[in-house]
């Protein structure tokens, strides 16, 4: 493992909830690395430079040196984690730990992460958004819903102990409120919200 | 390991892509199991009973005998191809077929999967989707561009040999058709699915 002497540069916009998987997991795991910002408000991830980079224009990248540039928060964050007890070891807890970030890419973020996107960095109105918004709204708290059920009884996501599920879901769910969810009736996802940030070496969405 | 005297049993539906990437898996890694069919169209995955399986009440479901019950499509082929040759040894090639199988879910799966869903399946028209088909369908083409810029120099999408990967992105793309998708201009994407479909084992998508 050549890991710890490599340098790994993030490519990376602070708000967002998927760089800060990538960061959260760097912090932790105490890999030291190079943040590049992009601008992707004003298109910073459209250029051909970047898209040569991720043909999919979006950010988090994660520049390895010497292999290339690995895209999408999950894999960067299973690839700077292999091996670690972010990783469940047991092979069924390692499936839940993927399960819940499967649910994550699907529920999560694409409603949860999408709404706070453009509600509280894109400032439309509701007027705007319309009927995409009600929508959104809904299956952000059906996932919610799936996440309260499941947390009302249990600690963490996968394994019962702190994963790389638990950053996954934490990433978007703790600033729901940005996109205006309550998160009131979920007493068992704010605290498990709590436990989360209690975990040594965490640090808020936006620190490099 | 015990895996092999142990009988999965796959709580799925025959057409679905999602269920077909673990019924592939399971044919191709020669793994027995007991089908249970779930009538999604009519109300199947949303009784009691199957949301005791799942309370996100989605197929595929996978029972592993002594551990519980495991949702997610990628988390349950990760877990039955957990040491195979259909998940590359090399972490970083490992990242790339995450990497993926992370795009599948969020960019092919929900638009390419759920317009093929709704035309095909709900026998929708144009008029009643509206807007949300025209969206789904940009979408999907998107996605489509993305694999197709990949596929252009390659031959399968992580470390170049056949992989979860060409799994997951598989089952939505070679049905695409059915959803209204014309792969004519995608030739990268046709040869890739030709691969696909002569490897060994490979067995259509409605295949028990």
Redesign the interface.
């Known amino acids: 493992m050549t890991k710890g002497v490599m340098m790994y540069r993030l490519y990376d916009y602070l708000p967002s909830g998927n760089g800060y998987k990538a960061r959260l997991v760097l912090k932790q795991l105490r890999i030291d690395y190079q943040l590049v910002e992009v601008d992707i408000i004003n298109g910073g991830s459209r250029t051909p430079e970047f898209l040569a980079k991720n ?2 224009g979006r950010i988090p990248v994660l520049e ?1 040196p010497g ?2 540039f ?7 964050v ?2 700077l984690a ?1 091996g670690s007890e972010l990783i469940p070891a047991d ?2 807890e ?3 730990m ?2 819940w970030m ?2 994550e ?3 999560v ?2 409603n949860i992460g999408t709404v706070r996107f453009w509600v509280h960095f894109l400032r439309k109105t509701r007027a705007e958004l319309g009927e995409k918004l009600i929508e959104k709204k809904k299956s952000g708290y059906a996932a919610l819903d ?1 996440l309260e ?2 947390l009302r009884d249990r600690e963490y996501l996968a394994g019962n102990r702190y994963s790389l599920a638990d950053i996954s879901l934490f990433a978007y769910t703790h600033v729901a409120h940005e996109g205006g969810f309550d998160l009131q009736p979920y007493p068992g996802v704010r605290a498990w919200c709590d436990r989360v940030a209690s975990q040594p070496d965490w640090v808020p969405i936006t620190a490099r």
């Open positions: 043909p999919n390895v292999k290339g690995l895209p999408e928060s999950h894999a960067i299973s690839y292999d092979a069924f390692r499936a839940c993927w399960q499967c649910f890419q699907y529920h973020e694409p799936v059920e499941t």
